[in-house]
């Protein structure tokens, strides 16, 4: 079982991808389960925690980001209430000129509170892409409740080269911090960065399941994704 937990689709102003040739992709290169993780929006197709979407499995998600020490961090939630956090952020779509601006005033606090209060997982996204001490940030994320991070991402995808801490080291925090692991390809779609590049990594389905039980959306025993 694959799952690539980091995916956009034009519902992020950078990327034109639509959900229904995601899910195509997905089926062609062997991924279940994909999270719809727009930036700033909640794409419009998806209207619970977890939907299934021909032979794959759709997870909502949002990625928000904010400014920590002169640095953009990004942090996505996983499992969430489509219509909760679209109170929050919109649900703009490519093209449509709506833009939510969740700049440099909004915290990591605010931006983890919102993703709790629509039930999702909180994750801090790509870690290795950052400049700033990780130790001193994660204190400070976990201190404001963040429930996890991305252990595996495809780095050598991503617009800029990394990572700047290596991934045994942040798998090393993962286990230090008691983080849940996840993981994605930050798959933007065709022509972003030579992409796509869908399911270039990503987590299975025991690192799947500790995410699930973790979101309040979710009653673990209804819920937990049934993979083709
Ligand atoms: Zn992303």
Redesign the pocket.
């Given at each position: 079982m694959h799952a690539d937990l980091?995916?956009?689709s034009a519902a992020?102003s950078d990327s034109t991808f639509r959900l229904q040739d995601r899910v195509s992709l997905a089926a062609e290169v062997g991924v279940d389960v994909v999270g719809v993780?727009d930036?700033t929006a909640v794409s419009p197709r998806l209207s619970a925690p977890i939907s299934a979407a021909g032979d794959c499995v759709l997870i909502a998600g949002v990625?928000l980001n904010c400014t920590v020490d002169g640095d953009r961090i990004?942090i996505?939630g996983l499992f969430i209430e489509p219509e909760v956090m679209r109170d929050r952020v919109g649900s703009e779509t490519h093209g449509s000129g709506i833009t939510v601006d969740d700049g440099p005033d909004l915290t990591p606090s605010q931006l983890i509170g919102w993703i709790h209060e629509a039930g999702g997982v909180a994750v801090l996204?790509?870690p290795g892409r950052y400049r700033l001490d990780l130790v001193a940030l994660l204190e400070e994320l976990v201190a404001v409740g963040l429930d996890g991070i991305e252990t595996d991402y495809a780095y050598d995808m991503a617009p800029v080269t990394g990572p700047h801490t290596p991934e045994a080291e942040i798998r090393e925090l993962a286990d230090r911090f008691e983080l849940l692991s996840s993981g994605g390809s930050?798959c933007?779609g065709p022509g972003y960065n030579d992409g796509p590049y869908m399911g270039a990594d990503g987590v299975g389905k025991a690192a799947l399941a500790a995410l699930c039980e973790r979101a309040t959306s979710t009653d673990a025993e209804r819920d937990t994704p049934v993979v083709p």
């Open positions: 980091h995916t956009h992020s993780t930036h990625e990004d996505l996204a790509h930050d933007h």
